[in-house]
């Protein structure tokens, strides 16, 4: 399977990541697993989580996913195979959150510690922390990875600005630096990532991960009306596509999906991995039945027509 070269880094990853959320959420450990090893066998090599994932479900602290993950690479005896992303920032509950030195380093040691490993491939900063000096959280960032407890790091859901300006503060001042961001980007919100990162990702020669690639599950195809929203968790947050603008993109990739011979979601994650300025979409699925769309999807090669069609269908402007 292809591997392509997350922005500056010296990671090579297949083009699409694993999303690692639905661990400990809505699929156990024993699944987890299962997924896991169909996944990788296919040749896919780079899975994605949080320190936060899956705090939101009932009973769950946080720290689910990274733990079931842990203990498939130790019973798989596999770690230096895979690339490893995690997070920090979010929410772990009791106000135990954002970039400051003693909570990332705090936060480095709990997720080493669930993961089973000794270093993290790819750290990135889950959220802004406007509270805290950029230049505290890259500084400790940068000890981290002299330590080498960190290989990379990243950032997702900062403002334009504020990762324009911990790049520059990186560079002025000879610190690790933000190598990769993670957005939100997909079929249906194509806006917000064109119009304000594109650019400074590719200028910044930034590895790109981009995270709700299926818009929650609506570009699979299986939510046409709110009689569908049962079909799954997610189902509920369906309303917002069902419109005059997502029936078309809908039909869009329905007519490419027949072309081809997949799955919509196949469909949709190959738009993706056609992007120029994107590494790897993150996706999920919850059996194995559905990873053969991720799969297809790393190798399908969408024509001109398929790609014009998609990109005037889904068209913001």
Known sequence: MEKRRLGNTDLYVAPIAFGGNVF????DEATSFEILDGFTEAGFNLI???????????????????????????????RDQHIIATKVGSDMGDGNKGLSKKHITEAVEASLKRLKTDYIDLYLSHFDDQDTPQEETLQTYDELIKAGKLRWIGASNFSPERLLSALDYS?????ARYEVFQPEYNLYNRESFEQNYEQICTEHHLGVISYFS???????????????FG???????????????????????????????????TVALAWLIAQPAITAPIASVTNLEQLAALTQAATLQLDHEALTLLNEASYWR
Do not use: C, H
Request: net charge positive; no cysteine.
């Open 48 to 78: 994605d989580t949080a320190n936060s994932y899956s705090r939101w479900k009932p009973g769950n602290k946080g720290g689910e996913s990274e733990t079931i993950i842990g203990n498939w690479m130790q019973e798989r005896k596999n």
């Open 231 to 265: 079909k799954s968790q997610r189902g509920g947050g369906m309303k917002n596509y069902l419109n005059e603008r997502g029936f078309q993109i809908l039909k869009a990739l329905d007519q490419v999906a027949e072309q081809y011979k997949v799955q919509q979601a």
């Open 171 to 175: 560079t002025n001042n000879n610190l």
């Open 24 to 27: 400990g959420w809505t699929i």
């Open 214 to 228: 299926l818009a929650s599950g609506f570009l699979s195809g299986k939510y046409r009306s709110e009689a569908d």
